[in-house]
């Protein structure tokens, strides 16, 4: 199993990036799938989930602004990220549970290595 994320970079704040997870050796959409991120000197943290019946989870700090899909064709999940502040400077990872339905932030069991995300003032 192999989850590889994509479009990272910097942006100034207010602006947008979508990030992608290329999933291979595993369906997608059989599974709970989700967003981490982890700054410098931070724990990681659950940013949004989304299970196989579409229902989606997000942290309260990016409610409204962050946006979890997944195109099942593909294999792929996406991160749209609009209005970005400072504060969502982080490494962003992919993960994957192995069952169908979000349980805990906790117990997801593959991970990518990470995309990194800087937004600047």
């Known amino acids: 199993v192999q989850l590889v994320e994509s479009g990272g970079g910097s942006v100034q704040t207010g602006g947008s990036l979508r990030l992608s997870c290329a999933a291979s050796?595993?369906?997608?959409?059989?599974?709970?799938m989700g967003w981490f991120r982890q700054a410098p000197g931070k724990e990681r943290e659950g940013v949004a989930r989304?299970?196989?019946?579409?229902?989606?989870t997000y942290a309260d700090s990016v409610k409204g602004r962050f946006t979890i899909s997944q195109d099942n064709a593909k294999n792929t999940l996406y991160l749209q990220m609009n209005s970005l502040k400072p504060d969502d400077t982080a490494m962003y990872y992919c993960?994957?549970?192995?069952?169908?339905?979000?349980?805990?932030?906790?117990?997801?069991?593959?991970w990518g290595q990470g995309t990194q995300v800087t937004v600047s003032s």
């Open positions: 993960a994957a549970d192995l069952f169908p339905l979000c349980r805990s932030w906790e117990d997801f069991y593959y």
């Open positions: 050796g595993y369906t997608s959409r059989s599974s709970c």
């Open positions: 989304i299970d196989r019946n579409g229902i989606t």
